[in-house]
């Protein structure tokens, strides 16, 4: 096998990626404007159908966000085999935010789960720190891998980022997310 056949094999082996980053982006765009609906009246309602809707929108955002960090570092593997090592920890590292999101999601739609099962604070703080820093971390090396365009990782960087200013800014992030993620694997070395 040549190295372009390998090349045209990964292409092929990872076509759902695009749409899996398409819909993780929307599904979390979903979830920004619900959480702006739900507090339109004044303070949001953990029972009101805005709250528990958006937030099962963000649950399979995140699910779906984690698919993404395993098509990305496949299809690295079989891009850019180079520097593997960097790109099994932003893996795990993605992946391991991702479980933590997924975690506190959980706990946010079934208040037994989270009386029943503490949520430490590192999984609160660390969480979305691993989680931010494992998919740009595969996104930059996508970009070098000619996967994404150069500003891509950037437009996701400035969305992710934006959560951290102000949670009502999670439909500008969001956006911003999937504008980074659209051109996903347009550029893959021609």
Same mark, same amino acid.
């Given at each position: !096998?040549?190295?372009?056949?390998?090349?045209?094999?990964g *292409?092929?082996?990872?076509?759902?990626?695009?749409?899996?980053?398409v819909?993780?982006?929307?599904?979390l /765009?979903?979830y &920004?404007?619900?959480? /702006?609906?739900? &507090?339109?009246?004044?303070?949001r309602?953990?029972?009101a159908?805005?709250? !528990?809707?958006?937030?099962?929108?963000?649950?399979?955002g995140?699910?779906?966000?984690?698919? =993404?960090?395993?098509?990305?570092?496949?299809r690295?593997?079989?891009?850019l085999?180079?520097?593997g090592?960097?790109?099994?920890v932003?893996?795990?590292?993605?992946? =391991?935010?991702?479980?933590?999101?997924?975690?506190?999601?959980?706990g946010?739609l079934?208040p037994?789960?989270?009386?029943?099962?503490t949520?430490?604070?590192?999984? +609160?703080?660390?969480?979305p720190?691993?989680f931010?820093?494992?998919? /740009?971390?595969?996104?930059? *090396?996508?970009?070098?891998a *000619?996967? +994404?365009?150069?500003? @891509?990782?950037?437009? =996701?960087?400035?969305?992710?980022?934006?959560?951290?200013?102000?949670?009502?800014? +999670?439909?500008?992030?969001? @956006? /911003?997310?999937?504008?980074?993620l659209?051109?996903?694997? *347009?550029?893959?070395?021609?």
């Amino acid at each position: !096998m040549t190295v372009n056949d390998a090349r045209t094999a990964g *292409r092929t082996a990872y076509l759902w990626l695009r749409p899996t980053a398409v819909t993780a982006s929307l599904l979390l /765009l979903g979830y &920004g404007v619900l959480r /702006l609906i739900g &507090g339109l009246d004044g303070p949001r309602d953990k029972t009101a159908w805005p709250w !528990m809707v958006g937030h099962t929108l963000f649950l399979f955002g995140m699910v779906a966000f984690g698919a =993404v960090i395993v098509g990305l570092h496949g299809r690295l593997r079989a891009a850019l085999p180079r520097l593997g090592a960097v790109d099994d920890v932003a893996a795990v590292a993605g992946l =391991v935010g991702a479980t933590a999101f997924v975690w506190v999601i959980l706990g946010d739609l079934f208040p037994r789960f989270a009386d029943a099962v503490t949520t430490p604070d590192l999984v +609160l703080i660390g969480g979305p720190a691993l989680f931010e820093l494992g998919l /740009l971390t595969l996104l930059v *090396r996508a970009a070098v891998a *000619r996967l +994404l365009p150069a500003w @891509a990782p950037v437009l =996701v960087l400035v969305g992710l980022g934006s959560f951290a200013v102000n949670l009502d800014l +999670l439909p500008v992030g969001a @956006a /911003l997310v999937l504008a980074g993620l659209v051109p996903l694997g *347009r550029h893959d070395d021609d």
